[in-house]
C-alpha cells in the first residue's frame, strides 16, 4: 500500500499504527535517507542537501533502498510505503520495476495545521528540514510534483482512499 501525503499529514503515524494492527512491514523512505545521512554514507550524503532544500532526491536512490528493505527477510503480511512515490514518474518506474501498489491512502490537512505540526516537530529537532525556509519548499514540491501522483492512480483501477481532514476548505 502506498500512503501519500503532504509534509506533517501524518504519513509516518498512521504507517505505524497499520503495521503494528495489521502486521505490515511500514518502510520510511524519508527514515531510510536520514539512516543513510547518520551513517554518512555515499547515498546519505549525496542526499543531505535535497532533503534541506525541500526537493526530490534521485529515483534510482530511493528504488534501491525499497527494494532492499522489501527483499531483507521478514514475515509481515504486506508493504506500507510511507511517502513514495513522490511523483508521477516515481509512480510509473516502480510500477514497472517492482509492481503496482493494491491501495494508495492519501492524507489531506490544511497547510496551517502542517505548518503547526511541523514547526511543533522542529522545536524537538532530528530533522534538518522541519524549519520554516524548507517547509514552505516541502510545500511547493509536493503541491507541483507529489499531488498530482494521487490523480494518476485515479487513472488507474488501483483504489485511492482518501481521507481529508476537518475544516479542509483548501481541499
Ligand atoms: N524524499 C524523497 N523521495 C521519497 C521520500 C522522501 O526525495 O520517496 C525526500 C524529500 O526530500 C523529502 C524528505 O525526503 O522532503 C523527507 O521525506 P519524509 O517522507 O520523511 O517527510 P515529509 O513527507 O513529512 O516531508
Ligand atoms: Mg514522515
Do not use: W
Not at 526530490?56 to 506500507?80: C, Q
Not at 514547526?119 to 522541519?130: H, P
Not at 520554516?132 to 482512499?161: G, N
Amino acid at each position: 500500500m502506498d500512503v501519500a501525503g503532504g509534509p506533517g499529514t501524518g504519513k509516518g503515524t498512521q504507517c505505524s499504527r497499520m503495521a503494528k494492527e495489521f502486521g505490515f512491514k511500514h518502510i520510511s523512505i524519508g527514515e531510510l535517507l536520514r539512516e543513510e545521512m547518520e551513517r554518512g554514507t555515499l547515498v546519505g550524503k549525496e542526499c543531505s542537501e535535497i532533503m534541506k532544500d525541500g526537493k526530490l532526491v534521485p529515483l534510482k536512490l530511493t528504488l534501491e533502498l525499497i527494494i532492499k528493505a522489501i527483499k531483507a527477510p521478514n514475515n509481515s503480511s504486506g508493504y506500507l510505503l510511507d511517502g513514495f512515490p513522490r511523483a508521477t514518474n516515481q509512480a510509473r518506474a516502480f510500477q514497472k520495476q517492482v509492481r503496482a501498489p493494491t491501495l494508495v491512502l492519501y492524507l489531506h490537512a490544511p497547510q496551517q495545521v502542517l505548518l503547526q505540526r511541523l514547526m511543533q516537530r522542529g522545536l524537538i529537532g532530528g530533522r534538518t528540514d522541519d524549519n520554516p525556509a524548507t517547509i514552505r519548499k516541502r510545500f511547493i514540491t509536493f503541491k507541483k510534483e507529489s499531488l498530482p501522483v494521487v490523480a494518476f492512480y485515479e487513472k488507474t483501477s488501483i483504489s485511492v482512499v482518501k481521507k481529508v481532514g476537518p475544516d479542509c476548505s483548501d481541499y
